[in-house]
């Protein structure tokens, strides 16, 4: 080992946004840490940085600067030196980080299913006509209206406590919330129903936490290669290369789901105009190694299917 480790009188700084997911996230973190270099709990500390998308609730992501809102502050305190490395969800993070930065560290992916959350139980299929569906997200509300134009979407933000209270409050009768943060809260309490990825293709990478760290900190690299789950690194390879080719932000209703069985990864996609009149597909399977092309190419053949003027928010 060529490099200090932390002690409780100088501990590694871990910088998290401050909902009680992200703090289960950093927590876990903290624990892997730990654990893996039997140091004891107080040798990191971690660090709440409020970050734009976590101030500004009122409006939808798109309007107000898209995935960056919930890292920009939290990678400016890394830049600076107040934090050591950053514990994210992965389908909050944009496909480049700022120069100075890496993110090249993955714990092992949770289930990247969607929940369907209602009070009153039931499925997404079995919601009347007219139904009240709430959600902040462009991807969710177009797939949602590809499959239900009868229902009527409003945006619906705020953390799982929030979203249960607006529930309760009749803002809407339905939500969605992605299953890996249910199960990461120890959330039992709140109704879901896993929607099961042919009916509702997740959100790039979700399920996953990312770590990121200054590139020129050799000890932050070496203590997170300790902790990094390769299998997960391996999966969110292609699907970040496929979003990534198709320039993929808040803005942009992209669902991505890679997964390795019997040594073949099967990589599925889909782009949705934003008012969900139509959806296009597609499905590759290939090496594992080679996941970042197929998400490069499944990309480039969506785009072309696409053609002119099917993304409104080009």
Known sequence: MTFELPTPDAPLKIGTRGSPLALAQATETRKRLADAFRLPSEAFTIVVIKTTGDRIIDRPLKEIGGKGLFTREIEEAMLAGEIDIAVHSMKDMPVAQPGGLVLDTYLPREDPRDAFISLTGGS???????????????????????RRPDLKVVEFRGNVQTRLRKLEDGVAQATFLAMAGLNRLGADEVPRRAIPDTEMLPAVAQGAIGIERRADDMRAGEMLEAIHDDATGVLLAAERAFLAALDGSCETPIAGLASVADGRMVLRGEILRTDGSECLSDRSEGAPEDGAE??????????ARAGEGFFDWK
């Open 124 to 146: 997404l299929a079995e919601l009347p006509e007219g139904t009240v569906v709430g959600t902040s997200s462009l991807r969710r509300k177009s797939q949602l209206l590809h």
């Open 294 to 303: 197929m998400g490069r190419v499944m990309a480039e053949g969506l785009l």
